[in-house]
């Protein structure tokens, strides 16, 4: 498996990039500790992946991820909405178990290995 964007996703990830003028860098995929469920997904560009992340490409766009991370997020699909309610970037993950009604926060009933949850945060 992988981590996947919807072309929606990618045009987003792509426009980003481009407003940034850094479109051959990619976009940083992980978790950290916190929210509703106890798991956040974070997004992040980056111009290289770290010596021992995994790197995918979708549609053209490179998705680096640290190996912790992907424990939790392997098979991810990543969607965008340009909704002006509850628009933004969507996450259909095959092992979250429960997620927090934010979309953002999920829970894969798995023990968190150190490194992973660095920082406890609440949803809003």
């Not at 991370?69 to 509850?86: A, E, P, R, T």
Request: glycine share 12%; hydrophobic share 35%; charged share 20%.
């Amino acid at each position: 498996m992988a981590i996947h964007l919807t072309e929606a996703a990618q045009n987003e990830v792509k426009r980003i990039l481009v407003s940034q003028n850094r479109p051959e860098w990619g976009l940083r995929v992980g978790v950290k500790g916190g929210g509703c469920s106890g798991l956040s997904y974070v997004l992040d560009i980056e111009e290289n992946p770290k010596a021992d992340d995994l790197v995918f490409d979708s549609g053209g766009i490179k998705i680096f991820c640290d190996p912790k991370s992907y424990l939790f997020i392997n098979g991810l699909v990543i969607d965008y909405s340009s909704s002006l309610l509850n628009g933004g970037f969507k996450f259909d993950n095959p092992n979250a178990q429960r997620t927090c009604g934010c979309g953002t926060s999920f829970t894969t009933g798995q023990p968190v290995e150190r490194g992973v949850a660095v920082k406890t945060e609440h949803c809003g």
